[in-house]
């Protein structure tokens, strides 16, 4: 059974569904084809009335809501409450700012007049993961149904409840039959989903193999996409920073989501004046996290969002060890019922061992001593990531010229606060390409038609 809800706190199966049949596939798409030929003349205004009733839904749901979520893949019921609300908050943005970002902009030819205007395109499929159940869906549902496209997805299996109460909401704020459909498929269906003409783009969240695999697909079908993959971001400390302000943001940074975060805070990078001091008051902050029911507010250690998902976590964890790596704290699963495992840090992490170039997707902090800026610099760039990052010193000049230097899609300075719907989400190398959110997230499933004006005589 490939969309199941089992608990990660207990292990306990709560729903299982059944996937659609190819059938209800080809009616599903049909119908979302037959919607957009609609929506696609409707107003800004008519577009904005649904999405603005839909994120006051999920205002106004933000309880019931946060319980399926924290149900479904373990996320703290506060940190869940938070993920509801922000999501509501994207809609919001787009409903109020999309007119305007979509605007007709004037050119300046040398001859008569021009102007780029933009239009939807039409079906695009999204392919969503569990780690952000409703924020994933919210992001590219906010600006791709305002700009007048349609949207059919395939959330993650794992979070099935979550992915059928996102469709509701849009249903109950009014949406059209093909608005927005959710699709329990399986995984060749998702790709004859890309190869079908009616489908005119993809858009992904997910691992880099996830990615490489519909990018190829998308690509060979020459239909655009966008690609939000994984991270390895540093956490850069110079020897300016505030370090008890620094190590309280070093904690959320790693355990925030139980660390399942693309943009966590993964590489931790220490110049030496400050290494030991550092690491001391990190290890003691993340010891005194305790494991937990997630619905229960006085949680601090959430467990992890599936069995298979701790059990990777640990296999990577002992390879890095065996490999050279040096484990400071943790590495174990917690000796409890459910999917927890204890906070970890790797140290001594070598470049010829795995775990320097890979992505570790929970509890588990990687650490680097360097000698100075220059050298943190450097490897913080010697990743096959980037996607974010961020730098920690009182200089807050000095901290815009490293994060100008950090290769990454995005770079924060003393925070790592990516929640605002006006801020462009994305990265480079492997953490993909495209961006969502902010002015840019609109932008990625529009036609850009030039039109020009000009009373000119033919050459000869």
């Not at 992915?163 to 093909?178: H, K, N, S, T, Y």
């Not at 519909?214 to 956490?235: H, P």
């Not at 990777?312 to 002992?318: C, G, N, S, W, Y």
């Not at 570790?360 to 760039?381: M, Q, S, T, W």
Request: hydrophobic content about 45%.
């Amino acid at each position: 059974m490939t969309y199941q809800s089992i608990n990660p706190f207990n292990g306990e199966t709560v729903e299982s569904f059944n996937e659609m049949t190819d059938r209800e596939l080809e009616t599903a798409i049909q119908t979302a084809a037959t919607c957009f030929e609609a929506w696609r003349k409707t107003s800004y205004a008519e577009r904005a009335a649904i999405i603005a009733k839909a994120a006051a839904l999920m205002h106004s749901n933000v309880n019931a809501l946060a319980d399926k979520m924290t149900l479904e893949m373990g996320k703290r019921i506060s940190e869940a409450r938070g993920e509801v609300e922000f999501s509501s908050r994207i809609l919001a943005y787009y409903a109020k700012n999309a007119e305007r970002f979509l605007a007709p902009v004037k050119l300046n030819p040398t001859v008569g007049e021009a102007h780029m205007e933009s239009s939807p395109i039409g079906v695009i499929f999204g392919i969503e993961p569990w780690n952000f159940p409703y924020y994933q869906l919210a992001r590219v549902a906010g600006p791709h149904l305002m700009a007048g496209n349609v949207l059919i997805v395939k959330h993650a299996g794992c979070v099935p409840q979550c992915a059928i109460a996102f469709e509701r909401l849009l249903i109950e704020a009014g949406a059209p039959v093909g608005l927005y459909t959710n699709l329990l498929i399986s995984h060749d269906q998702a790709d004859q989903v890309i190869d079908d003409p009616r489908i005119k783009g993809v858009c992904l969240t997910g691992s880099v193999t996830a990615g490489q695999s519909v990018a190829a697909r998308a690509g060979k079908n020459l239909k655009i996409s966008s690609m939000e993959l994984g991270g390895s971001d540093a956490f850069i400390v110079l020897e300016d920073a505030d370090l008890e302000r620094t190590v309280k943001w070093a904690v959320w940074g790693r355990m925030y989501n139980t660390g399942q975060t693309c943009c966590a805070a993964k590489r931790f990078i220490v110049v030496e004046s400050l290494a030991d001091k550092f690491l001391e008051k990190f290890q003691a902050a993340l010891g005194a996290l305790k494991a937990g029911d997630p619905m229960d507010e006085k949680t601090t250690l959430g467990p992890l969002s599936s069995e298979a998902a701790l059990v990777q976590l640990l296999k990577q964890v002992d390879d890095a060890v065996a490999k050279g790596a040096k484990l400071v704290m943790g590495g174990k699963r917690v000796d409890r019922p459910g999917s927890f495992m204890a906070p970890t840090i790797l140290t001594d992490i070598k470049p010829e061992n795995p775990a320097f170039r890979d992505e570790f997707f929970g509890p588990v902090a990687l650490f680097f001593r360097v000698k100075n800026e220059d050298e943190a610099i450097a490897l913080a760039n010697d990743s096959d990531f980037g996607l974010g990052g961020s730098v920690w010193c009182k200089d807050t000049a000095r901290g815009k010229r490293v994060a100008s230097r950090v290769e990454t899609g995005m770079m924060f300075i003393n925070n790592i606060d990516w929640s605002d719907a006006e801020l462009p989400f994305g990265g480079i190398k492997n953490s993909g390409y495209g961006r969502e959110l902010g002015d840019m997230g609109i932008q990625e499933f529009v036609n850009k038609k030039l039109v020009r004006v000009a009373s000119m005589d033919a050459p000869a």
